[in-house]
């Protein structure tokens, strides 16, 4: 049985299916190996057990009269801390939301709930989710499963962590400006992060709405794929139809390459090669627009941020993780005529985008620029941490900016994610080149 938390949940779901494995005994198997993990109270906010059996319980009965929901029905999973669980705490990593307590799920909660899926637990994030380096002193900071000294990458870092240990099948987390993608790439995960607007965020804790994304975390693009319709209440893109010999990439040469670590440039290098080879057609790209819209980002983000939670957070501003709270305050020197222009000057530079890359199938960067940095020197130098908090999400930030749909997938090499940057709205035909890559990169 110890075999299965190693497996993706695609395949548990097939071996619930066959008749294989029991709903009831997976679920027990994966809330044992939590309760066993000497970091599970780094990884998990906590645990639902009580739910999760009486969810498998369920799943068994509809398995045993041929009355599955969906391909993952009696499959455990985790859910960031900041999807509304009906009586069970959803805090956000915060202590300002101390014992908040929902009395209904969120609606994408409902919706996995409806495909039979069963709820672990809720897992630790960054602060109301506003750094993509995943370092929470207030709550706790989950481990990186290739370097125990560094940062796990955020904000959904409980939510890899439960993955990447073993101890959830796949995860639910949120993006924003890159917090599906970082902590996967940094943990080996594939992660997509679905166009604004696609998936409810009714019953979610925000940071900035109109950026606000949920998204899965998984050991594979099948389970990805499997995922996102349960999230919607919809059903799974065929991944059947895609080849990569007819696929057309383009590397967006436009600040995604600059200051890379040396491993993260071999390893991206590496991924391209392993395409090309495969058959797809890559060429570079400049999309100098790309530069003005990044240069908006202060505005955009901490602006709506910030006045998300300017109240909550002034009422106890010493509640917070300092580096957070200069973070969020920062959004307090921008006024409305500041918001508003970088509004007008985003949806400008998304029309050119889409004009630019309508003519590839996707773009190619890297995932992040960085390595997951160490732990020690972040929590000590207040200018390291703004640093890589930035370098970190660079490259996923353009996909929240130009408002499309993104994949990140693991390169082989540790903590080198490659990132397929697609259309909005266009996670079917991105999935299928995701998993048509995915075996190629291996």
Known sequence: MKNWLG????????????????????????LAAIEAHPLKDRIYARVTADRARAEAAAAAARAGAGLRLSPLDGVPISWKDLFDTAGCATEAGTALLKDRIPEADA???????????????????????????????????????????????GSSSGAAASVAF???????????????????????????????GRLSNAGVVPLAARFDTAGPMTRSVEDATLLLAALEGG?????????LSNARFAILETIALDDLDEVIRDAFEASVGKLRAAGAKIISLEVPIVSDAMAQSAVLFSSEAYGTWKDTIEANP????????????????????????????????????????????????????????KMARLQTEEEYYKTANLLTLRNTRIGNLMGVSALTLPTGMPSCGMMLIGKANGEAHLLRLGAAAETVLG
């Not at 890159?178 to 943990?187: D, E, I, L, Q, Y």
Request: proline fraction near 6%; charged fraction near 15%.
């Open 7 to 30: 497996m993706t949940a695609a395949e548990l779901g097939r071996g619930i299916e066959n008749g294989s494995i029991d709903p009831v005994t997976l679920t027990e198997t994966y």
């Open 107 to 153: 609606e994408v909660v409902r919706n996995a709930t409806a495909a039979g899926l069963v709820c672990l637990g809720k897992t630790h994030l960054s602060e109301l989710a506003f750094s993509g380096l995943g370092v929470n002193p207030i709550t706790a900071t989950p481990p990186c499963v290739n370097d125990a000294e560094a940062a796990p990458g």
């Open 166 to 196: 073993g101890l959830a099948a796949a995860a639910i987390g949120s993006d924003t400006g890159g917090s599906v993608r970082v902590p996967s790439a940094w943990n080996d995960l594939v992660g997509l992060k679905t166009t604004a």
């Open 235 to 243: 059903k799974p893109a065929d991944l059947q139809s895609t080849d």
């Open 318 to 373: 010493d509640m917070m993780y300092g580096e957070i709270l200069q973070r969020f305050r920062s959004g307090a020197a921008h006024n409305a005529a500041d918001y508003v222009a970088a509004w007008q000057m985003l949806e400008c530079a998304r029309q050119v985008w889409f004009e630019t890359t309508a003519g590839f199938d996707a773009v190619l960067v890297p995932t992040t620029a960085n390595l997951p940095p």
